[in-house]
């Protein structure tokens, strides 16, 4: 049904445009003669965007000024399409607005848009969709303008309420290919944000569709690694959420991608130095695996091999568990054997390290690297000062080639996120007496010096109470327990008892002993899951492997671990590239994959109280609201109150 007055109105409702008191423009039938158009869809289909354009401007020189402001919008976005920025800006400006239609109005305002968010004014782009107030009622029912306004919450780092404009754009997508790709987008958005505001920020019951996307991602990431728990958890979020739009394309598309790409190995070969200097920790790690292996009993034979401690014979070891039909390898475990597979060239089977090299390696060679590397503690514990809001720091080390390793990876990291470290004090790796090194870096030494001199102006004894540097806000500690238990009452001794102090996991042994552990009081470390769960899943499974191997549980926990995360994350690798799979929750931590094929571990953190370790609270981003109620008044998306 006709409804008189619509074209009228639609102005008013849309834009409140500069020149809208101007006389009205009639709508504008394009003169171009149809060869024109040929000849530039021609110049299209060939890529060249640029020539397309050019023949509009140079048709328009010559047309009436409604014909040639029409060509000339035309060949803005030609130039729009190719991203010819340098050139769209000029051309923009130099268009006669009042000489356009309603419908091409919005089309040039648009343009102005996309030319704002390319040169990274999202400010201005957001502003002039402001007048915008019910998309539903232009010519592309808002596509546009969703899209837009989800480019620019993008690039603001504003993940919700971009995710909030795609889905909106989504229920406007008929075409299987676009759907399927925008609800990837969703899905990356989304993905940026942590568990907690995931679970903090549905705000709508079910089935509200944003809420059901979290909800979505959110029982992704908690059951990864548990194929069978996952789908349980799928089916009941069904029930939740019926014809929910993920249903349609995306969930299809990962359901598929998931069974291909987590299709565990039929033989697995593990290459460990069963005997030599490394025998022990070779052996805790089998352990671990087997323990897992055991649980799921899956179809899968394990075969280990003995790489012994010479790193020469390793690429014989791995070829021999190629010949004998493995299509998976697990280890090896030592540096140097990691560099002989490194520097192979070709490896006809993935290798998942069970370790870190530091050099550089060959992104195209299927070496995967998972170790427990201290840098990746040193890199958070700088990530935690920084973030309690202690931007400078002293440092206590130890003084050998691992100290200074580790501390490198502390300091740059502590650099990089804007913090200081003020002075470093290094300290023999196997002394029982720190004063020399808490002097040095506390400034106390200086502070003596500075007594005995005035006594000696003075010529009598003056009572003296030292003073430390008042501009340090925190401690970096890097010691093992026996260090760790001395150097912390040492600090407090030295007038330091009041500055929190931070440490890496090797200041526990992984077994609590508060007798021992009671100096340590106060002091803050990060650790693996395995070791500071005290009733969880990880417990249960500390526990069972304490029952079997109760001596070498104690010693080589975390090394019980990382074979228990080989086994599972194994089938799960390729997953860690893929948008709400970016991390699998491990006993040795939240596990990421970088460019380079290296496994890197998010810890948690604790504090010692009367001698045993608690639990501190994660941390997280925080977020950004804006635009969360930027809604109109029947909830759509909009800068005003709807009309």
Request: hydrophobic share 40%; charged share 25%; aromatic share 8%.
């Amino acid at each position: 049904m006709f409804l008189p007055g619509l074209y009228v109105l639609l102005p008013v409702l849309l834009l409140g445009l500069a020149g809208c008191g101007s006389a009205p423009v009639a709508p504008v039938e394009s003169s171009a003669p149809p060869t024109l158009d040929s000849r530039i869809q021609a110049s299209v289909d060939q890529g060249d965007l640029l020539g397309a354009a050019q023949q509009y401007l140079e048709a328009a020189r010559g047309a009436a000024p409604a014909q040639r402001a029409a060509l000339r919008l035309k060949a803005a976005e030609l130039l729009e399409k190719g991203e010819y920025w340098d050139r769209l800006k000029p051309l923009l400006a130099s268009i006669d607005t009042r000489a356009l239609d309603d419908t091409r109005r919005i089309r040039h305002l648009l343009l102005n848009v996309r030319l704002d968010l390319a040169e990274g004014h999202t400010d201005a782009a957001l502003q002039k969709l402001q007048p915008i107030r019910n998309p539903e009622l232009l010519p592309d029912h808002g596509y546009r303008y969703y899209q837009l306004r989800a480019m620019a919450y993008a690039m603001r780092g504003n993940a919700l309420e971009a995710a909030r404009q795609l889905i909106w754009l989504d229920g406007l997508i008929d075409d299987p290919e676009q759907k399927l790709e925008n609800q990837y987008r969703i899905w990356e958005q989304l993905s940026t944000l942590t568990d907690e505001a995931l679970d903090k920020l549905r705000f709508g019951p079910p089935p509200d569709p944003l809420s059901g996307w979290m909800e979505l991602l959110l029982l992704t990431r908690q059951t990864h690694g548990d194929q069978r728990r996952w789908m349980e958890q799928l089916a009941a979020w069904r029930q939740r959420y019926p014809a929910h739009p993920a249903e349609s394309a995306l969930l299809p598309d990962l359901l598929g991608q998931v069974r291909k790409l987590t299709t565990r190995p039929r033989h697995i070969a593990v290459l460990l130095p069963f005997s030599g200097r490394a025998a022990e920790s070779a052996a805790a790690i089998r352990d671990g695996m087997l323990a897992a292996w055991y649980e799921e009993r899956p179809d899968t034979t394990l075969r280990f091999y003995d790489t012994g401690g010479d790193a020469m014979l390793l690429w014989s070891v791995y070829q021999q568990a190629v010949d004998d039909g493995a299509d998976f390898v697990i280890g090896p475990l030592l540096k140097d054997a990691i560099g002989q597979l490194a520097q192979s060239g070709m490896l006809p089977v993935p290798v998942m390290a069970l370790n870190q090299i530091g050099a550089e390696t060959d992104s195209s060679l299927p070496l995967y690297q998972f170790g427990l590397a201290p840098e990746d503690e040193a890199r958070q514990a700088a990530q935690r000062i920084y973030t309690d809001g202690h931007p400078y720091v002293v440092a206590l080390v130890p003084d050998n080639p691992w100290g200074e390793r580790v501390f490198t990876a502390f300091a740059s990291a502590f650099s990089d996120l804007g913090g200081e470290v003020l002075e470093t004090g290094r300290y023999p790796p196997h002394t029982a007496d720190f004063k020399q090194a808490i002097e040095q870096t506390l400034n106390l030494d200086d502070s003596k010096r500075r007594h005995r001199a005035l006594q000696r102006l003075l010529g009598e004894k003056l009572h003296f109470e030292p003073r430390r540097r008042q501009d340090v806000e925190a401690v970096f500690m890097l010691a093992f327990p026996r260090q760790a238990r001395q150097l912390r009452p040492q600090l407090r001794f030295h007038h330091a008892g009041d500055l929190p102090v931070y440490s890496t996991s090797h200041v526990f042994s992984a077994t609590s002993d508060p007798r021992l552990d009671r100096d340590m009081d106060g002091l803050m470390f990060c650790d693996i899951p395995w070791v500071l769960d005290r009733d969880g899943r990880w417990a249960q499974k500390r526990d069972m492997l304490a029952a079997i191997w109760p001596e070498r549980s104690k010693r080589f926990q975390r090394l019980f671990a990382l074979g228990y995360d080989a086994w599972q994350i194994a089938p799960w690798l390729d997953t860690l590239n893929m948008p709400g799979f970016a991390s699998f929750p491990g006993a040795t931590g939240n596990l990421t994959l970088d460019e380079h094929k290296r496994l890197h571990r998010a810890l948690e953190w604790a504090r010692f109280r009367r001698g045993v370790p608690e639990p501190l609270a994660q941390q997280t981003p925080i977020l950004s609201t804006e635009g969360q109620h930027d809604t109109t008044g029947d909830g759509k998306p909009g800068g005003a109150p709807g009309l």
